[in-house]
Every structure is written in C-alpha cells, then in structure tokens.
C-alpha cells in the first residue's frame, strides 16, 4: 500500500511530515486517542506508585479487580451507543430505571417465585425487550423527542420498580446463592499466571460486547442503524425502512439493561428497587462513556471498540482516583474527572470536526 | 379618499384590535382544567386536602422547580437544554447553608451569594454552549459532575447541620407567608410574569422564540444569536441560584448532600408538561408554572390517598406522554391538512 | 408632473455592467451588463447553468464580482456584504422561505428590527404597518397575528415578500417564486407586483415559466453560457423567440444511438394523478428504452418520480410493472420489484455523507452482502465496491474513503452505483447530473446508455435540456402536471423548451 502511494506524490495527503499524521490519527480516530490515554494513565499511575503516592498498590490484580465495575458501565454504554448511533436525537435516559424494574422482575422470579434460574433471566430480559420496545414505539411511530419520551418512561419505570416491589430490596437464599456466580474466577489452563478476572465480566459483559459487535458490523440491521443515523431521509430513498430498524435499537437497549438489571442483583445480593437509579443513576454515567467513546450525539458515528476502551479508561482511572484519594475523597473526585474528561471530549469533537471536517 | 370613508368613532377606537396573538394558549387552558379537576377530586376523596395547610407546603414545594423551570423554559426555546441545574443547585445551597452556619450572614448576603454563584455557573455553560459549539445536553452532563463535585468537597461530610432560621422567611412556617400565601410562591409568581412579559413583549423574548425556530435565518434577521444564548443559560443559572434558597428554606435546619439529585429531570418535566417544545421555538412560562403545580399535585395528592408515594413519578411520566403526544398528534395532523 | 415622472425613469434604480465571476477557474459569468428601471419588473431568463443566479448573488452581495460596476440611481456603489445591498434596499425573496414558523406574521416580518416603545416591542406600532404591508401583498388584516407555520405555501411567500417590503425594499428579486404556486396563487403574487411596482419599486423577476412572462413582466434580459444576450421589451418577443435566445445556436446532440427499442413493455402508468402535483399522466417505458420526462421546475415531473417509486401515495391512477398492478407504500417495496431510483437532492437525500464509498453503494442492496439472510460479508462489501469504482470510473484512491471526501461528479457516481449493484428492470434518475462536472456528466450518460443497450428501462426525469435531449429516446414534456407534448429526440430544443415553458397550441410538433 505505502509503494502504491508514494508512486504519487501529488495527493498532498502523503507529503505531510509523520508528525502532523500522527496529530490528526490522534484526534481523528477516537480510539487511537483511547488508547494512548490508557498506557498514559497506567504509566503515571506506576510512577506514582512506585513512588509511594499510593493508599494501595496500583498493580496487575486490582486493576483486574476494578473492571467489576466495568460490567454495567460498558453494557448500559453499548446500549446507548445503539440508540445515539440510530440518529433523530437519539438517546435512552430511562435504562437506570430498566435495570430497577428488570432486577425486581429477577428477583422476583428467582428468589420468591421459585422460577429456575434461566427462566428468571429470560423474564427480565423480555421484559426489559418490552420496556424498551415502548421507548422505541415512542420514537419511531409516534415521533416522540428520545430525550422527552425516555424522560418519561424514566420515571414511570421508575415509579413501577419502587411500588412493586413495595420499596423494599428483593432478597432470598436463591439470591445469596446467586451471590456467588459474581466473584471473580480463575481461567482454566492459562489462569494461574494471570490476575483473578471477576466472573461478570465473562457471563455478561464479553458475550454483549460480542453480539452488540456483531449486530453493528456484521449484519445488515448494523448497516441500516448507521445508515439511518447517518442521513435518514436518504435511507428512505436507499429502499431502507427506517421505523422498524429504529424501533429495535430501543429494544436492544432494554434488553441489554434487563441483563444489567441481572448483573446488579448478583453484585448487591439482593434485588434493589433504586438500583439503577440511586445517586446520579445509571443513564448519565453510560451517556457519558458513550460520548467519550466517539459517539456522535448526532448519529451515525461510533464504534463498539471506543466504547469498551473508553469504559476501561474510565473504570482505571476511577481506581487510580481511589488510591490516591483514599475514602470519601476519591469517590468525589470521580465525578470531576467524568466531568472534565466529558467536557474535554465534546470540545475536542467540535475541534476536530472544523479543523478535519466531518468526523 | 379612504380618511374620508371611515367612520371618525372607528379612528378613535380601534374596538379590540388584536395586535398580538391570545395571552393564554389552549394548552394551559387546558393543565389549569386538569388541575383544577384534580383538585376538586382530591377534595372530595381526601378530607384534608384543600385546607390551607395542605395547599400552603404544595406550593412551597411547588416554588424552586417553576422557578428554576422559567429559566430552562428559557433555553429549551432556544432549542437548548441545562441538565446541570442539579449539579448547579446542589453547590448553591450548600455553600449558602454553609455561609449562614460559619459566618452567620444576613438574610440579603446569603440570596445575593447563592444567586451570584449561580449566575457564574449559568456563565460557564452558556459560555461553553454558544461560543464552544458543542452540543448542550453534553456539555452540561459533563458540568452536572463537576458542579456535583465542588458541591461534595464543600459539604465535607453527608450533611450540612444547625443551619439558622434565616432563610425562614422562604420556608413553610408562619414567618414564610403573608395572607397565607407563601413568599417563596409569591416570588415565584412575580419572576413568571416578569419572565412572561419578556418573553411576550420585548425584542429580546421575541429573539428566544426565533432562534429555536430557525437559528440561521435569526442570525441573518440580525439577531445577536450567541449573546442571547448565553443570556438564556445565564438566567437560569441566577434562578438556580435564588431557588436553593428556597429549597434550603423548605427543609428542615439540616442540608443534605443529596439536595440536587435528581431536581433537573424534574424541571424538565414541568417545563415539557407545559407545552415547551424540546426542539425549541415555541414556550410558555405559565405552562412551566401549571406543569410544575400539576406534578406537585399528583405528587402530594397520592401521599394524602394513601397510595404508595413513589406511584407519583408513573403518573408523571404518563402525563409527559399524554402532554407531548397530544402536541405530536395534533402537529401531524395540521400537517396532513396542509 | 409628466415630465418628472420621466425623468426618474430614465436613470436606472440599478444597473450592473461589465460583470465578471470565476469560481476556480470556471467562468460563472463572462460578461453581463443589466439595468433595471424602477417601476418596472424586470424579468431574467436562462437555462440551468447560464449564470443568473451567480448574477443575483452579487448584487445582493452574497457574492463578490471580480470586475464590473455597480450602479445605484446613476451613483457608483459597492456591495460588498448583503448588509451593503439591505442598506441600498436591495431584498431579496428566495425560493425556501426564511422564516420562523411559530413566530406570528407581523413578529416574522420585523425581526431583527422590531418598533420599539421604550423596552418593549410597540406591537400597535408593527400592526399599524403591517396594515399597509398585508394590503401591499395581498393578506387580510387578521393573518397578522397567525403563527406563520399555519399558513400556505403562498401565504408564507406573501410574507416573505412583506418582509422585504418592510426593509424599504427599493429592488426586489423574486428567485423562481411561481415555481412552487398553483395557477390562482400565481394570480394574486402578480398582482403583488402590479402594486409593488406601481410604487416604484424595482422588480427583478426570475422564471423558467416563458408564458407568465408575458402577462407580468416589461422587458426580459437573456442569458446564455454566462453572458447577458439581449435586452428587450418583452412585448416584441414571443416565448419561441426568447426560447431560441435562451438555447443559442447550439448544435443539438441526441442520441446517436436512439434505436426505438421494441423490448417488452416495463412501466405503465395510466391517468395517474397526486392532487396538488400532477393529474392524468400516461405514458409507458420499453425495457432497453430511455424516455426523457423533461419539466421546469414545480412543473410536477419530480412527483411523477416519487410516485413511481413509493415514497408518495397516488391518488388515482395506477402503476404497471410489467403488466401488473402495484401499490406502493414505500420504496423497499419498489426496490424488490426491481424498481430504482436515483435522487435528485444527493446531500439531502442521496448520500451518507461520512460513511465510506463501500458503505454507500451497498447500503442499497444490503441483501446481496452475504448467502445467509441478514449477514454481512465485509469481502463481498469490498468486491462490490471496487467493481463499481472500475466500471463506472470512480476517481478514489480506495472504496474505504468517506463519500464526503469526493467531488460531486464522483459522489453522484457512487449514488448512481447504489442503483446498479442489483440490476434493475426500472431505473428512475431524477436530475442525475445536477451539480456535476461536464466530464463526469458525460460519462454517466455513457453509463446510462449502457445500461439502456442491456435491456434496462430508464425514465430520466430532468430540467435540463440538453440532458434530456442528448439521453431520451423519447421525450415527454410536463407542464402543470400534465403531459403536454411528446418528442423525438431530433426535435430542435426550442421547441421542447417552448412547450415546457407555456407556449400553447405546440401540440401538433409532435
């Protein structure tokens, strides 16, 4: 490829020094970015281990440790890089109060019920299908604003996972038990010389990245989700109907929160009618990590990759905080570094948008 | 020739000339029915309801969010929005609470504090938002932490206690009504129309509704887009401000770190209830008012049932939907006319 | 006072002469001179490409001349920003509406420069003068307080023109404003006029639509291949003659290989009608044959298109694809038929502006991206592409690169491509060389009559002349929504554009 190129030196592309290359791939390509934010933190944070600056050790082990936190973040931000990348203004605000109502719903199933456990996950997942699939019928047929439409479904769903469950966290032996399935778990064969990976990560979060991947790349629903992102009028013109499509996206959200909603009653050990609501909520930060993955609010820009790396960033920084600012500390000074990185990444999008044009 | 044809008492009194469009829209016509429904049925089927000491906390309650809502009806006609006021809301009252517990300052000092802050706030996204282009739902995510942090670090601990009847005068007791009325409503009541007759009848109201409409041509009308912009967040960021006073006066003498959360979905709430759109252009500071009573009064209607008080936000998410849709339904069918 | 009256009129409000405008080494205008008396409309004529619009622009001073003067009542002047040309009473009505829907219409036509008592608006004041305006345009009163979103199309262009009025309009240009009228719409925006200018406002009048001319303007100015031509009162032309200004000398060039296909019959369509756009319309398409749909703008040819491929409803009539019936309602169903169509809007409605090529000429047959329903093969994604980019010439160092990097001969290529990945027994293309350089426009005609000689049948929907002459085999033309003449492709192109443009009784050329 590179002798092709240089066989023409017209293309004022390839006479810019490497530097200037390496500028725009920096600010153009999200993911390189990414990544070299992440080897920038794991080197300071080394370095400020190594000099003692550190609560804790800043190794191999807690860093695996901490991508527990990793499983909602990245989940519920692939949900949201599905809806933002469906265009119109896309956006799902109610997925905290998903994972409360789908969680209830589990609980439910599985700790008082007596359901097995696959047909307990199937009962939230489906019903987080349902959830979303209002939202989506909201959007897609009424023509609802996403913003006004999940504003809405937020709190009713909201409302539904408090008075169902009688404001009361759903708990049981079963669920203890469930408990378990949460710890983190040695890999067979290659485990014993790599850190303790929490199991969540391999049940819940791998499998979603995998299909949201493939969903996005590799299927023709994939296609017509960027496409109608994109430029929906012209997706009507290129024979592409767009409502169905749209729809879906909403629905894939609710699932991906019904599994969320699964993953917070193993990680509480019991089913929390707040749980994914209490504080700030579980939408703002997941908007969050889209948007620093390079999802474009507009639609039509984002890829699977920005999201997981950006999640990783976050969650490693969110750890890096925490042992140097121990205790209630740390926790406050997550919110400023989401804050300011938030803030850093939609001005740098406006910045490479007018400098490079498009994005 | 045509002087000479009309009649001299028609040149002398323009008999209801309307030179505007009506004051009151069909849909407020319509929030201050629903309420005024729910009020009769609240008080048929609860016995206390429409006495003054249910009514009076309802519309203390009611104050902060109309107030706050006037300023986001303010940038959502601008096509914009604020999901910071949370954030913003949080460090206004508690360096308030915390100015009145250390230094014990009087009762102007502290509104004049609390509402400055909030207007540098309100600086910083409008700053952001109409110079930075960068889109406002984002950029305000991203301020609603860092508000939500300096908030934290200035709290110290969980809450803020022994705070001074100062702000009292803003708050439920006795000291906070005249005639019954609540200061902090009756405040309230005064910047809406304030806000009202701006919005109706100044150059400046009147550019809001323009550049939500179409922001392009505004600019090419003249309008001065970013100043009013900023303008809009600055405004808001100030009623924020004047509105932790009031929520600190609404509580007990003890501030708590969760103060904020939660209060902008609220605000938005009312103000889409009252017939602002989100995709900017169009609004009513009266809406703002009757959808903030509306939601108020669902919220304090279903305690004094006796229902579960979290069935409130069902009943405000279906009156979102019901508020919104009938706007969509009414809009596409005008267009199928057209 | 006679005398003076004349006198007035013998300095032109404005003339510009010697005008010169290159965009990039292309000549956008080589040399126009126009002058235009106040009181009079002024009416500007050429065909697609002749350099009016570019004219336009600079007096309102959204452009800027390289050489030429500018004269205001005798008085050099230079505009250099379209505040200069507001300053000079210079307004201009564009085609697309500039106005805020919710806002009401007295509030639309003073934005920006509200009367104001003190601190707030002196709505009196604005009603006061709104009464005289609305007179002037042709509203009642009582639409003043209207939110301007609940008025017609015509209503809106009423008020677009009481808002120019309103900025002491000296010369007002009217860009095309009767393309998107009824008959009786058209109507009252003439008589507008007649009241305009019998203030003495100066009126520059654009129109494809020869025959309306005649009923409203004073003198026409031709141009051609950026020059201004002639100027004359219009009174001594007919529409056949403004017709022949307006094509010139140019050696028509048909198809050379117009063979009067005789495959099977594709498309049908019998009486079909869209109310407000089109009524009646019959024609059919042979596989292998190009019919040429030629039509001004808001002559309702661009409908036809839409209806033929679903995105809007017939309201009687009926569509045949090969002998059967066929409902639509959306163009996934008309693309499963085997029915494509090439947009004419390419940003607005034709290409996924950062997604790359590959993803742009797929994204249309997306079934044919792997065996397994649903799946997509990023190999076969590619091959596509490239197979494309070499059959159809497309200048890309790969089909990676995003759609919006690229000219926009090559971006219509690719849009084109979208077309062709399935081949079509029906392939609709709407304007399909707007905004294209005359090397790409060549070869996608090249392209098309490929296609034709294969066995496609093409309907080619187009306002430009040459394009429609040099592509069709047969050539149908459309005015007010009807079909009004049909061709061959050796008609001269005066007599097709005078049948466009309204000239009646022409019927028997064909």
Redesign the interface.
């Given at each position: 490829m590179s002798t092709t190129?240089a066989a023409k030196p017209a293309?004022p592309v390839e006479t810019r020094s490497l530097g200037s290359r390496a500028l725009e791939a920096l600010l153009t390509q999200r993911i390189v970015l990414l990544a070299v934010l992440i080897v920038v933190l794991l080197i300071v944070m080394t370095i400020l281990d190594s000099a003692g600056a550190l609560s804790g050790s800043y190794n191999s082990d807690y860093l695996a440790a901490s991508l527990i936190n990793a499983v909602p973040l990245a989940m519920l931000g692939l949900a949201q890089l599905l809806v933002i990348l469906s265009g119109r203004g896309g956006?799902d605000?109610s997925v905290g109060s998903m994972v409360s109502v789908t969680g209830i719903a589990f609980g439910m199933a599985y700790g008082l019920w007596g359901w097995n456990l696959v047909t307990a996950m199937l009962f939230a997942v489906v019903l987080g299908g349902i959830l979303g699939g209002i939202n989506g019928a909201?959007v897609a047929y009424?023509?609802?604003?996403p913003?006004?439409?999940t504003?809405?479904?937020?709190?009713?769903?909201?409302?539904?996972a408090?008075?169902w469950s009688?404001?009361k966290p759903v708990n049981s032996a079963g669920i203890q038990a469930f408990y378990s399935a949460a710890k983190a778990i040695e890999l067979p064969v290659i485990g014993a010389s790599l850190p303790l990976i929490p199991l969540g990560i391999f049940t819940f979060l791998i499998p979603v990245v995998i299909v949201v991947w493939i969903l996005l790349?590799?299927?023709?629903?994939?296609?017509?989700v960027?496409?109608a992102g994109?430029?929906d009028?012209?997706?009507?013109?290129?024979?592409?109907?767009v409502r169905p499509n749209r729809l879906l996206v909403y629905v894939l959200s609710g699932v991906i929160s019904g599994l969320v909603g699964i993953v917070t009653v193993a990680q509480f050990a019991s089913a929390r009618p707040d749980a994914g609501t209490s504080?700030?909520g579980m939408a703002?930060p997941a908007?969050?990590i889209a948007?620093l993955g390079g999802v474009a609010?507009?639609g039509?820009?984002g890829r699977v990759a920005g999201v997981v790396l950006a999640t990783v960033l976050i969650v490693w920084l969110n750890a890096g905080i925490l042992l140097a600012f121990p205790g209630n500390d740390g926790?406050?000074?997550q919110?400023?570094a989401?804050?300011?990185?938030?803030?850093f990444a939609?001005?740098l999008?406006?910045l490479t948008r007018r400098k490079y044009?498009?994005? | 020739m045509t002087v000479l044809d009309r009649e001299p008492s028609e040149a002398v009194k323009p008999v209801a000339r309307r030179v505007l469009p009506p004051p009151v829209t069909g849909q407020e016509l319509v929030l201050v029915a629903v309420i005024a429904v729910l009020w009769v049925l609240l008080g048929i089927f609860t016995p206390s309801f429409l006495s003054p000491s249910s009514i009076q906390p309802l519309l203390v309650s009611v104050a902060p969010i109309a107030l706050i809502g006037v300023g986001m009806t303010f940038i959502i006609i601008t096509a914009g929005i604020d999901v910071s006021v949370g954030g913003a809301i949080a460090l206004c009252a508690v360096v308030t609470a915390k100015l009145l517990v250390n230094y014990a300052v009087p009762l102007p000092v502290a509104v004049a504090a609390s509402m400055a802050l909030g207007l540098v706030l309100g600086l910083v996204n409008g700053t952001l938002i109409a110079y930075g282009r960068v889109h406002a739902i984002i950029i305000t995510f991203g301020t609603a932490n860092i508000f939500q942090f300096f908030a934290l670090r200035v709290f110290g601990s969980s809450t803020v206690n022994n705070i001074p009847a100062t702000l009292d005068v803003f708050g439920r007791g006795d000291v906070g009504r005249t005639f019954g009325v609540p200061h902090s409503f009756a405040i309230t009541i005064l910047v809406v129309l304030l806000a009202w007759w701006y919005l109706r009848h100044t150059a400046g109201g009147r550019h809001l509704f323009a550049i939500g409409g179409n922001a392009n041509a505004a600019r090419l009308a003249g309008v001065k887009v970013q100043p009013r912009v900023l303008l809009a967040y600055a405004i808001t960021g100030t009623l924020v401000g004047l509105g932790a006073c009031f929520l600190i006066a609404a509580g007990t003498s003890t501030l708590d770190q969760g103060v904020g959360i939660g209060r902008e979905l609220a605000v938005i709430a009312a103000v889409v209830i009252g017939g602002t759109s989100i995709l900017g252009g169009r609004g009513s500071v009266i809406g703002t008012l009757l959808g903030a009573i509306l939601v108020q009064t669902v919220t304090s209607g279903v305690t004094q049932l006796g229902w579960p008080s979290q069935l409130a936000n069902l009943f405000v998410g279906l009156f979102i939907i019901i508020a919104v849709g009938t706007d969509l339904l009414r809009e596409r069918a005008r267009r199928r006319k057209a | 006072m006679p005398y003076a009256a004349d006198a007035v009129a013998t300095v032109p409000r404005v003339s510009l002469s010697g005008i010169v405008k290159s965009y990039g080494g292309v000549r956008a205008i080589r040399n126009a001179d126009i002058s235009v008396a106040p009181g009079t409309v002024h009416a500007l004529v050429g065909e697609n490409g002749a350099g009016k619009s570019t004219l336009i622009k600079i007096l309102a001073g959204a452009e800027h001349a390289d050489a030429g003067s500018v004269q205001f009542n005798g008085e050099t002047v230079s505009i250099a920003s379209t505040t200069d040309a507001i300053a000079l009473g210079v307004q201009t009505v564009y085609q697309e509406p500039q106005l805020f829907p919710e806002l009401s219409v007295a509030e639309n036509v003073f934005v920006g420069r509200e009367l104001k008592k003190g601190a707030r608006v002196d709505w009196a004041a604005q009603a006061d003068a709104m009464h005289g305006l609305l007179d002037t345009v042709g509203l009642p009163d009582s639409v003043s307080t209207e939110a301007v979103g609940t008025l017609s199309i015509a209503q809106q262009q009423q008020v677009s023109i009481a808002k120019a009025l309103a900025g002491d309009a000296s010369v007002l240009i009217l860009d095309e404003p009767s393309a998107i009228l009824t008959d009786s719409e058209i109507d009252v925006l003439f008589s507008v006029i007649r009241r305009l200018t019998a203030t003495g406002v100066a009126v520059i009048y654009i129109s494809h639509r020869l025959d309306e001319l005649f009923r409203i303007a004073d003198v026409v100015t031709v141009m051609r291949d950026g020059e201004t031509i002639t100027t004359m009162p219009i009174g001594e032309l007919s529409v056949r003659e403004i017709a022949e200004l307006m094509v010139g000398g140019v050696l028509t060039e048909s198809r050379s290989d117009a063979t009067g296909a005789q495959g099977e019959v594709v498309l049908e369509l019998d009486r079909l009608s869209l109310e407000n756009h089109f009524q009646n319309i019959s024609l059919i398409v042979l596989a292998g044959e190009i019919v040429g749909l030629y039509g001004l703008i808001g002559s309702g040819a661009g409908e036809i298109a839409s209806a033929v491929y679903g995105m809007k409803k017939p309201t009687g009539g009926s569509i045949r694809i090969k002998g059967e019936v066929i409902q639509l309602k959306r163009p996934a169903q008309a693309r499963k038929l085997g029915i494509h169509l090439l947009p004419a809007n390419r940003s607005a409605q034709g290409s996924f502006s950062f997604q790359s090529i590959a993803f742009n000429v797929t994204v249309g047959e997306l079934q044919l991206l792997s065996r397994l329903r649903g799946w997509v093969e990023q190999r076969r994604d590619r091959s596509i592409a490239q197979e494309f980019i070499r059959r159809l010439a497309v200048k890309t160092p790969s089909e990676k690169q995003p759609i919006s990097a690229m000219s926009g001969g090559n971006a219509q290529k690719v849009v084109l491509a979208r077309q062709l990945v399935n081949r079509p027994e029906l392939l609709v293309l709407v304007e399909p060389t707007q905004g294209v350089d005359v090397g790409a426009k060549e070869e996608i005609h090249r392209i098309v009559d490929g296609l034709a000689s294969e066995g496609t049948a093409v309907l080619v929907v187009t306002s430009d002349l040459g394009e429609v002459q040099r592509m069709s085999d047969r050539i149908l033309v459309v005015r007010s929504g009807e079909i009004v003449s049909e061709f061959t492709p050796d008609a001269t192109q005066v007599e097709i554009l005078a049948a466009a443009a309204g000239e009646r009784h022409q019927e028997d050329l064909s």
């Open positions: 190129t293309k956006i605000l909201l009424v023509g609802f604003p913003l006004i439409a504003l809405a479904t937020f709190y009713a769903y909201r409302s539904v408090l008075v009688d404001q790349n590799k299927t023709t629903f994939g296609r017509r960027y496409a994109t430029n009028t012209a997706a009507v013109w290129a024979g592409i109907n504080g700030n703002l908007i969050t948007v609010i507009t039509g820009i926790v406050q000074v919110l400023l989401l804050g300011l990185v938030l803030v939609s001005l999008n406006g044009g498009g994005i | - | -």
